[in-house]
Nanobody
Framework: QVQLVESGGGLVQAGGSLRLSCVFS????????MAWFRQAPGKEREFVAA????????DYADSVKGRFTISRENAKNTVYLQMNSLKPEDTAVYYC???????????????WGQGTQVTVSS
């Protein structure tokens, strides 16, 4: 079992920045690939970014490439999502997820956090 707890959401103006954090725990949690997803009101949950267990590989949705950066510190059991140049369309509940590989976490995570709200005002 892997437990995930997100934090760092909030209200920010367009063009601003936020950093989300996700603390993960569990016996082998540092071996899991991690990802961020988001779900806007009335829309399906969508993939945002993913990182391998070692941090050596990352993947991003086209809509956030060049603006968002995913990273992790296994010594702190934490994965981050640095979000810059935020747009109103980035408004959503952001979820942390864990999976057994970069591909699996991007397409069908095994574990989910409870989510944190990000609101970008225009």
């Amino acid at each position: 079992q892997v437990q995930l707890v997100e934090s760092g959401g909030g209200l920010v103006q367009a063009g601003g920045s936020l950093r989300l954090s996700c603390v993960f725990s569990g016996r082998t949690s540092t071996l899991y690939a991690m990802a961020w997803f988001r779900q806007a009101p009335g829309k399906e949950r969508e993939f945002v970014a993913a990182i391998s267990w070692s941090g050596s590989s990352t993947d991003y949705a086209d809509s956030v490439k060049g603006r968002f950066t995913i990273s992790r510190e296994n010594a702190k059991n934490t994965v981050y999502l640095q979000m810059n140049s935020l747009k109103p369309e980035d408004t959503a509940v952001y979820y942390c997820a864990a999976g057994q590989s970069l591909v699996k976490v991007s397409t069908g995570p095994s574990y989910w956090g409870q989510g944190t709200q990000v609101t970008v005002s225009s």
